[in-house]
C-alpha cells in the first residue's frame, strides 16, 4: 500500500529547518529553543501564528487576530518579533505593521511581556506566550506607555475592518495566514500572565477618578478681598511725620551754618 503524499507546505517547512539547521550553531540553547518554537508554532490557528523569516531565525512575523468582545473584534494585525541571541533569557522585542489605533506601527512597544522591561521577562515564557499576552493588552489603557495609542473605539472599529486587506511584502495578504485551527488550550503559567494583564487593566480604569456630574461639579469659591485701607492710612502717615523730621533737621543745619558765618564776619570787621 502506497503511502499518501506529503503535503507541500509541510515539506517546505522541513526543508527550511534543514537549512536553519545548517546554518546555525544547534548547540547554542536560544537556537535550540527557537527551533523547537519553530515547530510548535509550525500550523496556524485562528487566534495567531508566528513563523521565523527564512534568512533569520531571530526575527519572526506573526498575525493576530482583534481580540473578541471588544472594538478591535473581526481585525487581523500583523507584526514582527525581534529576539536578542540570549533568548530566553532576555526578551523579545514587538513591532506592529499594521495600523490598529492602540500601538503605534513600526516601533517597539511597551509591555511587561517585551524588551522594554527585562526585570518581569521569565524565560518559561515563550513567544506563543507573547502573542497571547499581546491580544489580552490590546483592549487595556494605552497610559501614555511608549509606543501606545489611544483612539477612540470608534476609530478602532474602522481600522479594525481596515486591517483585514492589509499585505505584508514578505508574507503576502495577512487574512490567508490564520487558520480556521482552534489553539491549544492554555498552560496554567500563560493563564497565570493573561489574569495579570486583565487584573491590571481593570485596575488602571478603577484608579482613574470618576468625572464630576454637574451636581458633584464644585461651584468656584469666591476670594473676598480684605481691604488694605488701615495699612494704607498708616504708612502715609508715617510718611508725612519723617518728611516733617527732614525738612526741620535741613532748617537747624542751615540755620546753624548760617549763625558760624555770620559770627566769623563780625570778627574780622
Known amino acids: ?75 487581523i494585525y500583523h507584526g514582527r518579533i525581534l529576539l536578542p541571541k540570549e533568548y530566553p533569557m532576555h526578551p523579545p522585542h514587538i513591532i506592529l505593521l499594521t495600523p490598529n489605533g492602540r500601538f503605534e506601527i513600526n516601533k517597539k512597544i511597551c509591555l511587561s511581556i517585551s524588551g522594554h522591561h527585562p526585570e518581569t521577562w521569565q524565560p518559561s515564557w515563550s513567544i506563543r506566550t507573547a502573542l497571547l499576552a499581546l491580544i ?17 473605539p470608534a476609530e478602532r472599529k474602522i481600522l ?32 497565570s500572565v493573561l489574569n495579570q494583564i486583565a487584573f491590571k487593566g481593570e485596575d488602571d480604569q478603577s484608579s482613574k477618578p470618576p468625572p464630576p456630574t454637574e451636581e458633584e461639579t464644585p461651584e468656584p469659591e469666591l476670594q473676598v478681598l480684605e481691604s488694605t485701607e488701615p495699612v494704607t492710612g498708616f504708612l502715609d ?23 558760624a558765618f555770620y559770627a566769623e564776619a563780625e570778627t574780622e570787621l
Open 1 to 75: 500500500m502506497r503511502k499518501p503524499r506529503e503535503p507541500k507546505s509541510n515539506r517546505r517547512r522541513r526543508n527550511k529547518m534543514a537549512e536553519i539547521v545548517e546554518k546555525y550553531n544547534t548547540k547554542c540553547p536560544g537556537v535550540k529553543r527557537l527551533m523547537r518554537e519553530a515547530i510548535e508554532l509550525a500550523e496556524a490557528t485562528e487566534e495567531y501564528c508566528a513563523r521565523p523569516l527564512e534568512d533569520n531565525l531571530f526575527e519572526w512575523h506573526f498575525t493576530v487576530q482583534g481580540p473578541k468582545g471588544t472594538e478591535f473584534e473581526g481585525g
Open 136 to 152: 489580552a493588552f490590546m483592549p487595556t489603557p494605552a497610559e501614555g506607555t511608549i509606543g501606545s495609542l489611544d483612539y477612540t
Open 160 to 191: 479594525a475592518k481596515k486591517s483585514t486587506n492589509w499585505s505584508c511584502s514578505q508574507c503576502g495578504e495577512i487574512k490567508l495566514l490564520l487558520s480556521s485551527t482552534a489553539a491549544k488550550p492554555l498552560t496554567e503559567e500563560e493563564q
Open 237 to 259: 502717615q508715617l510718611t508725612e511725620i519723617l518728611v516733617a523730621l527732614l525738612v526741620g533737621a535741613i532748617g537747624i543745619f542751615i540755620y546753624r551754618r548760617w549763625n
